[in-house]
């Protein structure tokens, strides 16, 4: 028993779903690594938790400073409650990876927080690049097919159609109140409604760039911490400050790194976002093409039955209309 042409189109279409699930797993994935990296970046540095602590003026709130007087205390509660203050800052200046039970401080994300983003852009590149593929081959296939395989086409293009979310084929946003509304973007799926049909697929791509944001994020901390940030661990209002920094091997190599890793996931990132995009213009061209199919297809038609299948009855339906007829 052989495998026929249309049970190789159903597997290879099984391929394109789960290369497409993996895709946007993975995005996620990154999404959350990123989105991480950047808040626990924002609390260290420039949230309103710090700078609520930064009450003393040499330093953050100790024992020491409580004991001589050098901050006003009017009650015991208001001492807890700013020692509170002090130690749900402290926390937040460590991420745990859930499974693991590690804790890594975020002073040190340039080289844990950098290299997790790097893996993670590596593994995006890679699935939007088997999705493109994937999806290339098999349309291109079918398209070859189509006089052999009558409706392997349709099929193969309505599959890998509903497999996508970013890459739906249409470039407009109109939601469907009626049937007219569905043949209005039928007929003229590429033409937005305004400027603003571009906004989410802008941000969509922009969003394939998030490890060399979080990467850049790290690596500009770093350096307000060192020329800028009041080093509060330190029990002062200045910062790091150059002295201290420029003769350290650690620094540089941590700076190093980071810099190698932004500009690896940087060009990861440009390159995912051309597969994203690569893949929404090789769905759109092959939807227009099924239409103009279509629409050849109807031009041979009896005038009566062209008309009943532009209204989008079934084909079960025109065929008794004209039994009738």
């Known amino acids: 028993m052989s495998v026929s042409d249309v049970q190789i189109f159903e597997a290879r279409l099984d391929g394109v779903q789960q290369a497409a699930s993996r895709a946007r797993g993975v995005f996620l994935a990154v999404t959350v690594i990123a989105s991480t990296t950047i808040a626990s970046s924002f609390s260290m540095y420039f949230s309103w938790l710090r700078n609520l602590i930064k009450v003393v003026p040499g330093g953050i709130l100790t024992k020491e400073n409580l004991?001589?007087?050098?901050?006003?205390?009017?009650?015991?509660?208001k001492r807890v409650l700013?020692?509170?203050?002090v130690r749900g800052w402290v926390d937040s200046a460590f991420v745990t990876v859930?499974?693991?039970?590690?804790?890594?401080?975020?002073?040190?994300?340039?080289?844990?927080?950098?290299?997790?983003?790097?893996i993670s852009a590596l593994w995006l590149f890679f699935c939007l690049r088997r999705e493109n593929h994937l999806i290339g081959y098999v349309l291109t296939d079918a398209y070859d097919l189509k006089d052999k395989i009558p409706g392997i086409y349709p099929l193969v293009v309505h599959s890998v159609r509903a497999s996508q979310v970013f890459a739906t084929g249409s470039a407009?946003?109109?939601?469907?109140?009626?049937?007219?509304?569905?043949?209005?973007?039928?007929?003229?799926?590429?033409q937005g409604d305004s400027v603003l049909e571009a906004i989410p697929r802008g941000v969509m791509v922009f969003l394939m760039g998030l490890p060399a944001l979080g990467c850049f994020c790290v690596l500009f901390c770093d350096f307000l911490s060192v020329f800028y940030v009041p080093?509060?661990?330190?029990?002062?209002?200045?910062?790091i400050g150059w002295e201290n920094v420029k003769g350290s091997p650690q620094f540089w190599l941590m700076i190093g790194f980071n810099v190698l890793m932004l500009l690896s996931c940087f060009l990861l990132g440009v390159l995912a976002g051309r597969y994203q995009l690569a893949t929404r213009k090789l769905v759109s061209e092959t939807v227009g093409i099924l239409r103009g199919l279509e629409s050849s297809s109807l031009a041979h038609l009896p005038l009566s039955q062209a008309e009943d299948n532009q209204q989008g009855l079934p084909s079960s339906v025109v065929g008794e209309k004209s039994a009738m007829k």
């Open 231 to 239: 080093a509060l661990f330190r029990g002062s209002s200045d910062p």
């Open 98 to 118: 859930p499974g693991l039970g590690a804790k890594f401080a975020i002073v040190d994300a340039a080289v844990w927080a950098t290299g997790g983003l790097l």
């Open 82 to 85: 700013e020692e509170s203050l």
């Open 172 to 190: 407009r946003n109109k939601s469907f109140s009626s049937m007219n509304d569905v043949k209005a973007v039928k007929e003229k799926p590429q």
């Open 67 to 77: 004991a001589n007087g050098s901050l006003a205390v009017e009650s015991t509660f």
